[in-house]
């Protein structure tokens, strides 16, 4: 909002942090994360 966004349009902004699948390597981590935007796709 400091940039001058408005609220309603960051409320729509959503970061996919990866689903908890105790990731330690770099693949994995990166496996978690479009495992969880696979996931976000699938519920629309």
Known sequence: MENGFPKKMLDKVYSPIGI?????????????????????????
């Open 20 to 44: 908890e699948i105790n990731a330690e390597i770099p693949a994995e981590i990166a496996l978690s994360i479009m495992g969880q935007i696979v996931q976000v796709r699938a519920q629309k």
